[in-house]
Each structure stands twice: as structure tokens, then as C-alpha cells.
């Protein structure tokens, strides 16, 4: 299915993944450090940034590759993975939606290495996007922005941010789109959240307070915001569900060896049908999750609209892989409970996988809505 260069990608994020993600993932969970060293490696492997077209310095692949990678690296952390990959977010609205010099601008400075965040949760609600509150106001050749975001991936590390902003009256034809520079004044971030897993992935409040960017570095026209909002889910929602897959496959993976190891009535628990069948399911949902993840993004690297596929994968990979995670506590026992062993951390991470990037109820309406397109 997969051709003879998405092999050689996917092998070496395997190859990457066993040897510098497994051994760290759980102090890096521990510390909450962000994976700096791993980042850097992975940069010099070239497995970060690869939607960024040829001519700005990028691989120019696509989101099936983007998910293969994504996937590999998941399977090692997904707080890593996570961590790596958001950039992808803020690269698309530039690339789909940039002015060539927009994209000459921002673009490079990702290929070197810079961060960016995508910045569009606000703390009156992330699914809600046609609702949010922050406001740019024009004024000359420039727009004030006011209001505050909050869990944003990597603001604090960030160099730019995508922000969306409301320029117009309520609803979804009046959000506006802008890169705003680290340092702008005006522009504060603060110190990462704590939260429940993926704990190496920072997310942290932005607050804009009277902050002034040139009109220059609004992207798209004026009212497109929502627009380019959804257009950048439908490419991230598959690698998002490959985050899911990883995690997935990391469950399967620990689960197998522990079944197969641990003894109980005198023989391995996997010889328990119980048992054996926790395992076939979660291998059968893994496969499943991982065909519609490729499928959406095959679609939209055919240049097909994939917002139904991209949804059904998004929801199909965070509701298997919580169950998975799940059930890979429950084949641990008591051991599953325990730090002292890997899945609990699997189990903390693959919870937000129901939340972020739309939560599982906002993939449902989305399928609904466009069952009857
Ligand atoms: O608001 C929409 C939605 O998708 N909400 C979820 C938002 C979301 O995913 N938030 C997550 C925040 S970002 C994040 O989590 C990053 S963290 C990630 C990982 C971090 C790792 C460390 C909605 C609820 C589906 C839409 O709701 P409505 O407000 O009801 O809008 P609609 O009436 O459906 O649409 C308005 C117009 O837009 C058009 N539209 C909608 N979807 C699309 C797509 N492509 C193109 N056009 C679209 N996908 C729609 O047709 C409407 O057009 P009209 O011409 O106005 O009728």
C-alpha cells in the first residue's frame, strides 16, 4: 500500500523513535522538559516540517507522509510526537492560505528550526471556534489585537503565532487570520499548564493586550479566518489521528509482551481467552483507526475534500485508543497502576486525544453535518 519512499521515512521514524523517544519518554514525562535535543536530531534527520513546499526549503510531502512519521513518533511519546509535530498547524494556514511573501517570511525559519503556534482556543471554548472573542481592531495600516487565548502548543518556545481574531460582527464570516512575532509588545505567554499527560508538550494562555502587528501580516482577506480554520483542521485532524494510532500501537506492543510473559494459573495470562481476546480487539480497532487515518490523508493529498474522512479518523483513532489504553491497564493489573511500568503514562496520554483538535462530540457533529452535504 505504501510506496517504496514512505517505507524508507516510516523505517527511519521507527529506527529514530526506538532509539531516542522509548529510552527518554518517561523522564521527559517526569521533568516535563521539552524534548530539545530530540527535536534538534530530528530536524537534522529531516522528519520535522515536511509539508513545507521545496521552494521555502521544506520536503514538499505530503499529510500521508506527515501521519506515517507522526505515528512512528507517537508510538515512542506522543508528548514528543506532539510536541514535534504541531508546527504543521501553523505552517499550513501560511501555505494554503499565505501571500508569497507571507510564506517566504515564516516558512524557512520553520525549515531552520524556529516553533510556531496555532492560536485559536480561546478560555470561553475551544470547539466554538465562530464564537471566539479576541478582537483586531484596524486602525491605519494596522490592526490592534485584544483578548487571550489558552492552551496553545508551544507558545512559550514560539517565534510567531497563527492567530485568530475577530475583525467583523459575531459569527463565522467575522474572524481574521495574523502572524504575530514573539516580542511584539503587547503580546505576553505564559508559563506552560500543568496538566494530565503529554506532559512534555507545552501548552500555555496568550495574552494580547493593545498589541500592534502591520496589516501586512494578516493572511487571507479580511472575514476568512473561519474558513482558513477548517481548511487547516482537515489537514491536521489525520495527523492528529495519528497520534492516536501511535499510541495505540504502543498499547498493543506493551500488552503483547506483557501477556505473553506474565503467568497466572500456571500459565501466560494470553492463554487466558479473556485475555486474548482484549488483545485481538485492540489489534483488529488499531488497524482500523490506522486505515482511515492513511484515508483521509491520501484524500487530501489527491486533492479531494476529506473533512468526512478526516472527522471519521480523528473520532475512529481517539475513541479505539482510549479504550485501548484502557484495556492495556487492565492486562497489567495492579502493574498497570503502577509508574513503575509504561502503560499508565499511555493511559494519561490518550485521554486529551478526545479533547483536542475537536473533541470526539464536535467529530460526531461534523460527520452529521456532512453526511447530509
Ligand atoms: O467550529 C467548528 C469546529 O470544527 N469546531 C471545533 C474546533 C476545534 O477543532 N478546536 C480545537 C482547537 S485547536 C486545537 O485543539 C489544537 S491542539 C492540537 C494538538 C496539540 C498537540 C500538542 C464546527 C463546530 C464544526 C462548526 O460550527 P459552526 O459554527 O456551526 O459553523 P458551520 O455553520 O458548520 O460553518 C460555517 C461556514 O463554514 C463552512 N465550513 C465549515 N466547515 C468547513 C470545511 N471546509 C470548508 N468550509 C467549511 N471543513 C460551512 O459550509 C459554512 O459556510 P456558509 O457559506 O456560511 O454556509
Known amino acids: 500500500m505504501l510506496n517504496e519512499e514512505e517505507r524508507q521515512l516510516q523505517q527511519l521514524a521507527r529506527t529514530f523513535t526506538q532509539r531516542e523517544i522509548v529510552p527518554q519518554a518517561a523522564e521527559l514525562d ?19 516540517n515536511l509539508t513545507v513546499p521545496e521552494a521555502y526549503g521544506g520536503a514538499g510531502l505530503g ?13 515512542g511519546c506522543v508528548g514528543v510526537g506532539a510536541t514535534l509535530s504541531i508546527n504543521s498547524l501553523a505552517a499550513d494556514a501560511i501555505i494554503y492560505h499565505g501571500s508569497e511573501e507571507q510564506k517566504r517570511w515564516v516558512l524557512p525559519r520553520l525549515v531552520a528550526g524556529e516553533l510556531a503556534s496555532y492560536a485559536a482556543t480561546e478560555p470561553g471554548g475551544g470547539s466554538d471556534v465562530a ?17 487571550s487565548k489558552t492552551w496553545i502548543s508551544n507558545a512559550n518556545l514560539a517565534s510567531f503565532l497563527v492567530v485568530f481574531a475577530r475583525t467583523g460582527a459575531g459569527g463565522s464570516r467575522g474572524l481574521s487570520v495574523f502572524i504575530v512575532e514573539r516580542g511584539t509588545p503587547g503580546l505576553r505567554i505564559g508559563e506552560p499548564l500543568d496538566k494530565l499527560g503529554q506532559r512534555c508538550a507545552p501548552t500555555c494562555e496568550v495574552f494580547f493586550d493593545g498589541c500592534r502587528i502591520p496589516a501586512s501580516q494578516r493572511v487571507g482577506e479580511e472575514g476568512q479566518g473561519f474558513r482558513i480554520a477548517m481548511d487547516a483542521f482537515d489537514h491536521s485532524r489525520p495527523m492528529v489521528a495519528a497520534f492516536g494510532v501511535g499510541v495505540h500501537a504502543r ?19 494470553i492463554r487466558h481467552q479473556l485475555i486474548a481476546a482484549k488483545l485481538a480487539e485492540m489489534s483488529t480497532s488499531l488497524e482500523a483507526a490506522r486505515l ?13 475534500r476529506n473533512t468526512l474522512a478526516a472527522s471519521q479518523a480523528k473520532l475512529f483513532a481517539a475513541e479505539s485508543v482510549m479504550a485501548a489504553a484502557t484495556e492495556a491497564v487492565q492486562i497489567f493489573g495492579g ?16 485521554k486529551v486525544l478526545q479533547i483536542y483538535e475537536g473533541t470526539s462530540e464536535i467529530q460526531k457533529l461534523v460527520i452529521a453535518r456532512e453526511l447530509q452535504r
Request: glycine share 8%.
Open 292 to 304: 482511515l487515518t492513511y484515508r483521509a490523508a491520501w484524500l487530501i493529498d489527491h486533492g479531494q
Open 63 to 75: 499529510c500521508l507522509a506527515l501521519t506515517l512519521v507522526t505515528e512512528e513518533l507517537c508510538r
Open 131 to 147: 464564537g471566539l472573542q479576541t478582537r483586531a481592531v484596524r486602525d491605519g495600516d494596522d490592526y490592534v489585537l485584544s483578548g
Open 30 to 48: 517526569r521533568t516535563k522538559a521539552f524534548p530539545q535535543a530530540i527535536y534538534d536530531q530530528a530536524l537534522a534527520l529531516g522528519l520535522l
Open 251 to 269: 498499547c498493543l506492543e506493551e500488552s503483547l509482551a506483557y501477556a505473553q510473559t506474565r503467568q497466572t494459573m500456571g500459565q501466560p495470562i
Open 335 to 350: 502493574m498497570g497502576y503502577s509508574t513503575e511500568y509504561p502503560v499508565e503514562k499511555l493511559f494519561r496520554d490518550a
